[in-house]
């Protein structure tokens, strides 16, 4: 199959032996969460029903008020992801993503002296590379326009300019930012399908229904984007690979570095933009009763639960991560090319209905059925996008590598399996790397650093409760937390056509309801003005960020400082070679010199022995002194 594909298989093995550590790790973090969910006291306080903490609606007079000991199970389950040792695995996965491409380089300098690929020049052989078809075709259509113009001298050597791409050009980027677009879009029609769903079921008679508002418009949501990113998954690799063939590259490693490049950027946007908001943009620009922001004037922007928006992320993640896994990397992976093969041998079975159907088909006939071999970029692509959702986000999922480890060890088996009995055998091509999806890999493990440091400080409660413990802790614990990070609101300020219209079922008219938010209460003279602690809440969680990230990249750049790429066998051998090389060259060029210096005596006594049998006549009263001068020249030789 060719060291290229020997390599994909090299890599993606590596990758699943350092997926083992994490796993195990993350096992430890979740198994410490579950242990620790009866000691942890914010929790607590929120499932006391004794506090009798009164919260304000979710939304505009449908939505009623409700007690804060209803998302007790919710804040009980977000302490299995928002505790202190997440922030521990988020540096270690940072330290691990770094690790990773260390053992691969390493790995991968092995395999090139093993296959003998030391000396390969990936540059050098792109340069020799024979230019595409499509490339050709267009130089000639080229030439050919220059000829009908009268222009003889230019089509000599006639080759494809950037003005004659500018049109491809601009198709590229508005194709690419309407792809976008039309993502975003799609995120903003979830948006308002959860929140029109849940204010839909505010009004529901049925008491389940209001009871788990927040789960089923979540889980349903969750499920929509499933769907679309695997439809919209399949629509973008097509619209890349066509935007890609109208910029025409000359070769094929041009051809497909600009495809994986459009392809990746398009399905990254995809596959995590509904994550991003969950993550970044869901409750962080809801405003306060009574001054809430709508959008398009009318749909009210969703909050997060009063535990945080982690648990939310945390579902969002595994549903996507594990729906891609199984459905796109898995099902697809199989059943279309067999779905494929199957239809292609009823074609042929049609059509050699008329020949002799004792003749038994020879090898290369049964092969043609078989489904044709697109490159690698796709296998790469979906274990690119795993790797995304192991590390970018793995804050709030410290069981995504558990579960990519499984799908990985499947995978190999089903790529396996399908190279060799479902499509047609490609062309061995050299290689000595993967090529840019290095690249993309560092640069998605760098990237996952910095999210996972506003995952921390932003999405989860882990500052706040820091600030609140040695700031603001009367007793220097956590009693006393949930009410810190609630506001009070008086209803009578409810704007016209905003309070909740149906009765409450507490047997009393409530006057004061609680929000999260760090601000002022109704008596204050700064009322509904964001508090001090605010502002110092998020002075922390900007210094975090800017330690974290600092801080877990400097210690990245030191891993991968202290651990060479080279191997130091691999280095001695290659430098054992190169001396016994030397030695050779030498050993023959002082061959070569012996050689030249015993021809040149060799002609030397010839041509003196000549002169000396070739003496005049006149001269033969010297003879014999004649002689002895020839010997005696012929001794100091």
């Given at each position: 199959f060719g060291e290229k594909i020997g390599l994909y298989f090299a890599w993606l093995g590596i990758y699943t032996q350092m997926l083992i550590p994490a796993s195990v790790v993350g096992i430890i973090v979740f198994l410490y969460g579950c242990a620790t969910v009866d000691e942890d006291i914010p929790s607590m306080e929120m499932c006391d029903q004794r506090q009798n903490i009164t919260m304000c609606p979710l939304c505009d007079k449908t939505c009623n008020y409700w007690k804060l000991s209803t998302t007790c199970a919710t804040a009980r389950a977000s302490h299995l992801f928002d505790n202190p040792a997440t922030v521990f695995f988020s540096v270690f996965m940072a330290l691990w993503a770094a690790m990773f491409m260390e053992h691969w380089k390493r790995r991968q300098m092995r395999l090139n002296y093993r296959w003998d690929l030391t000396g390969f020049n990936d540059d050098e052989e792109a340069l020799k590379a024979h230019p595409r078809p499509d490339y050709e075709a267009k130089v000639l259509q080229k030439t050919l326009k220059n000829e009908k113009k009268n222009k003889p001298n230019q089509t000599d050597h006639e080759k494809l300019t950037w003005k004659d791409r500018i049109p491809a050009y601009i198709t590229n980027v508005v194709g690419i930012l309407f792809m976008i677009g039309l993502t975003f879009a799609i995120v903003l029609g979830v948006i308002i399908y959860r929140i029109s769903t849940a204010a839909a079921l505010a009004?529901?008679?049925?008491?389940s229904a209001k009871a788990n508002v927040r789960v089923t418009v979540t889980a349903t949501a969750v499920i929509i984007n499933l769907v679309v990113i695997l439809i919209?998954?399949?629509?973008?690799?097509?619209?890349?690979?066509?935007?890609?063939?109208?910029?025409?590259?000359?070769?094929?490693?041009?051809?497909?570095?600009r495809l994986i490049f459009k392809a990746?950027?398009?399905?990254?946007?995809?596959?995590?933009?509904?994550?991003?908001?969950?993550?970044?943009?869901?409750?962080?620009?809801?405003g306060r009763p009574g001054d809430y922001v709508y959008l398009f004037h009318y749909f009210r922007m969703e909050e997060c639960a009063p535990g945080g928006c982690l648990m939310e992320l945390c579902i969002q993640l595994s549903i996507i991560m594990l729906g891609k896994q199984l459905i796109?990397?898995?099902?697809?992976?199989?059943?279309?090319?067999?779905?494929?093969?199957?239809?292609?041998?009823?074609?042929?079975?049609?059509?050699?209905?008329?020949?002799?159907?004792?003749?038994?088909?020879?090898?290369?006939?049964?092969?043609?059925?078989?489904?044709?071999?697109?490159?690698?970029?796709?296998?790469?692509m979906e274990m690119i996008i795993q790797f995304g959702f192991v590390t970018l986000f793995v804050a709030s999922f410290p069981l995504a590598p558990v579960f990519a480890l499984l799908n990985n060890i499947i995978e190999i088996r089903l790529d396996a399996k399908k190279f060799i009995t479902e499509l047609r055998r490609p062309v061995a091509v050299r290689a000595k790397d993967i090529g840019i999806w290095y690249n993309i890999l560092s640069a998605v493990g760098k990237l996952a650093v910095i999210i996972n440091a506003f995952v921390i400080s932003f999405t989860s409660d882990f500052i706040p409760r820091l600030v609140y413990l040695y700031m603001y802790s009367p007793d220097g614990t956590m009693h006393g937390f949930i009410n810190n990070t609630l506001s009070y609101f008086n209803v009578s300020d409810f704007k016209e056509d905003t309070a909740p219209t149906e009765p409450t079922d507490f047997g009393h008219a409530v006057e004061i309801c609680s929000y999260k938010d760090y601000r002022d209460p109704p008596w204050s003279e700064n009322r509904y003005d964001v508090s001090k602690e605010y502002w110092a809440v998020l002075a922390a969680r900007l210094a975090f960020v800017i330690i974290f990230q600092n801080l877990?990249?400097?210690?990245?750049?030191?891993?991968?400082?202290?651990?060479?790429?080279?191997?130091?066998?691999?280095?001695?051998?290659?430098?054992?070679?190169?001396?016994?090389?030397?030695?050779?060259?030498?050993?023959?060029?002082?061959?070569?010199?012996?050689?030249?210096?015993?021809?040149?005596?060799?002609?030397?006594?010839?041509?003196?022995?000549?002169?000396?049998?070739?003496?005049s006549p006149q001269l033969h009263r010297s003879y014999s002194g004649s002689t002895a001068s020839c010997h005696s020249h012929h001794m100091d030789l």
């Open positions: 009004m529901s008679s049925n008491p919209l998954d399949e629509v973008y690799g097509s619209i890349a690979r066509w935007l890609t063939q109208i910029e025409v590259p000359k070769t094929d490693r041009t051809f497909e570095e990746f950027l398009l399905k990254f946007v995809n596959a995590y933009t509904p994550i991003f908001y969950v993550a970044f943009i869901k409750g962080r620009f809801v796109q990397n898995n099902l697809f992976e199989i059943g279309i090319p067999k779905m494929k093969k199957l239809i292609r041998y009823l074609k042929s079975n049609r059509a050699s209905e008329d020949e002799e159907h004792a003749k038994q088909k020879q090898r290369y006939e049964v092969d043609f059925n078989l489904e044709t071999f697109v490159g690698l970029t796709p296998e790469y877990v990249l400097l210690m990245s750049e030191f891993v991968d400082w202290i651990i060479p790429d080279i191997p130091k066998e691999i280095s001695e051998q290659i430098h054992r070679e190169k001396v016994l090389m030397v030695e050779l060259f030498m050993k023959e060029e002082q061959g070569k010199l012996q050689l030249l210096e015993s021809m040149t005596l060799r002609e030397r006594d010839k041509k003196k022995s000549e002169n000396c049998n070739n003496h």
